[in-house]
Structure formats: structure tokens, C-alpha cells
């Protein structure tokens, strides 16, 4: 995947007032965005490594899968997704079934405990962006829905050699 350098000052740049509005008023939402998360990550901090909580979201939001498949989606050697995948399963927060289609294969999943931390953890984030939400004119938020709305869309149709992130154009698959 090959990105587009920044342009430098000698080279001309088309300048859309619209559109450099939009991105500074991006920048400190997502400072803002970032903050929710550390603070959320600080608050598990003692029961989980941010690896391990990588493969939860993903297991969470995408079903059960092989390691191979995971070691994939999360963009890392296999023996390091199988390292996490072992703590995990270790702590009760994944089980492992051998697959039905391939006996060598095991299919990790969510166990309850694992379900209970990633969708807490979620429930904390939201809890805080909806009490900046809470904050807004009834109007603004409307606004920002569309806005926001508008935002995810052109993320799902950007292609592939032009997201930040992995080939097949997943921003950031972990938490997708």
C-alpha cells in the first residue's frame, strides 16, 4: 500500500475552504475520540493487555474464527495471535472448539466472561460520548448525525490503496 506524500509548500495544493474546515474540526474530535479510549483501556487496564482486548473486539464484532484468521484480520505473526489467543483462553475470556471443516484447525470464540468485558467496555465509551452528545442543541446533534453518518460512508467506500490500514481497506479492523 503506497500513500500519498504530504504536500510540501513548493508544491501547489487546491485549496477547498469546506473541506479544510471539516478536517480541523476532525482533529480535536479525534483527540477527543482518543481520550475516550485510553481512559476506557485504563479502567481494564489490570485484567486485560491491549493485545488481548485486539482479539476480543475482533471476535466480538466478527464471530468465531480460526487463529490463522485472526492472526490476519489483526495484521501480526501467527505465534503472536496464538501467545494472546493461549492467555485468553487461559483467563477464561475465549473457548476453544476444533473446527467442523478441518479437525487440525481450532475455532476460537467469545466465552460469556469475554463477551461481558468487550460489550462493558463499549457501554463505558458510549456512556462518555453520549454525555458530550447530551451537552448539544437538539439541532447540532441532528447535524452531527448526518455529518458523522456521512463520514463512515465515504470510510466504507474509500479504496483499498487509499485507507489507512490493511489492503483490503479495513481503517482500523480491530475495532470494526
Do not use: Y
Request: net charge negative; aromatic share 2%.
Amino acid at each position: 500500500m503506497t500513500h500519498d506524500p504530504l504536500p510540501t509548500t513548493d508544491q501547489e495544493v487546491d485549496v477547498d475552504p469546506d473541506r479544510e474546515r471539516a478536517t480541523e474540526a476532525m482533529m480535536p474530535v479525534s483527540r477527543t475520540l482518543t481520550a475516550i479510549v485510553a481512559r476506557t483501556l485504563t479502567e481494564v487496564g489490570q485484567e486485560i493487555t491491549v493485545p488481548q482486548l485486539r482479539v476480543l473486539v475482533l471476535l466480538n464484532s466478527r464471530g468465531p474464527m480460526r487463529l490463522s484468521t485472526i492472526a490476519e484480520h489483526l495484521d501480526v505473526n501467527p505465534s503472536n495471535a496464538s501467545r494472546t489467543c493461549d492467555q485468553l483462553a487461559s483467563a477464561g475470556r475465549v473457548t476453544r472448539q476444533e473446527d467442523e471443516n478441518d479437525r487440525r484447525s481450532v475455532v476460537l470464540a467469545l466465552s460469556d466472561d469475554g463477551a461481558r468485558l468487550v460489550n462493558g467496555l463499549m457501554a463505558r465509551r458510549q456512556q462518555l460520548v453520549d454525555g458530550v452528545v447530551a451537552r448539544m442543541k437538539p439541532s447540532d446533534r441532528r447535524a452531527l448525525a448526518t455529518g458523522l453518518e456521512a463520514f463512515t460512508a465515504a470510510v466504507a467506500s474509500a479504496p483499498p490503496d487509499e485507507t489507512i490500514g490493511l489492503p483490503d481497506g479495513r481503517l482500523i479492523p480491530w475495532l470494526l
